[in-house]
């Protein structure tokens, strides 16, 4: 097993090794952006917040160590994997249409307000806020989620699982957690991501010579 981070320590032993096998499970890029907080005080048992273009540095998740033992290991890797690939699939500097667009605006709105043009930075402001607009949609679009999901499973498969079984407990985690965070009735979104991780299951299994 990994050696726990110097930084966690002060923490429940178990907690800091639990600690130190998730980062082993992250991918690389995970390791470099990706920041593991215990949260007793959490109801939900695993939370990580939006990573807004303003917030710099790590991208903290939050576990709830106390809830965290009560699903199984594989729920509890593939939960993992799902929220680390949620969080980096959001790059705002990537280099595509929406985001050139929206660096473009800020600069452009920006040399209007040292020219002190109004109609400048009225139009400049303007497309700014279309494209961040966008950014934004698709940043927390339901095919993001899934996309999450797809993630996770195929991290999920390099540390040695199964298709179908890195489905089945992703689906599984999904279900129990909610409960443990005392949320009597699952959310839209987790629904179709149990429906969206069952095909994949049953695709794969219908897959197997």
Do not use: C
Not at 85 to 103: E, G
Not at 141 to 151: H, I, K, M, T
Request: no cysteine; glycine share 6%.
């Amino acid at each position: 097993m990994a050696k726990p981070r110097s930084g966690y320590r002060g923490v429940d032993p178990q907690v800091e090794a639990e600690i130190a096998r998730l980062r082993e499970l992250m991918p690389a890029s995970g390791r470099m952006l990706v920041e593991i907080t215990p949260q007793p005080q959490q109801l939900e048992v695993i939370t990580a917040a939006f990573p807004y273009p303003w917030r710099w540095g790590l991208r903290p998740v939050a576990i709830n160590f106390s809830l965290w033992p009560k699903l199984s290991r594989p729920q509890r890797d593939l939960l993992f994997l799902r929220m680390v690939a949620w969080l980096l699939q959001v790059q705002w500097f990537k280099a595509d249409w929406f985001q050139a667009l929206t660096l473009v605006g800020v600069a452009g709105t920006g040399f209007e307000l040292l020219q002190q043009d109004p109609v400048g930075v009225l139009v400049a402001g303007g497309l700014t806020a279309v494209a961040a607009r966008q950014l934004w949609r698709d940043f927390r679009s339901p095919q993001r989620e899934l996309d999450a999901d797809q993630e996770a499973i195929a991290v999920a498969q390099r540390r040695g699982y199964r298709l179908a079984e890195a489905a089945e407990y992703l689906g599984a985690a999904i279900e129990t957690s909610a409960a443990l965070g005392g949320r009597p009735h699952l959310t839209a979104t987790e629904l179709m991501r149990l429906q969206n991780l069952k095909a994949i299951r049953a695709n794969a299994t219908t897959a197997k010579p």
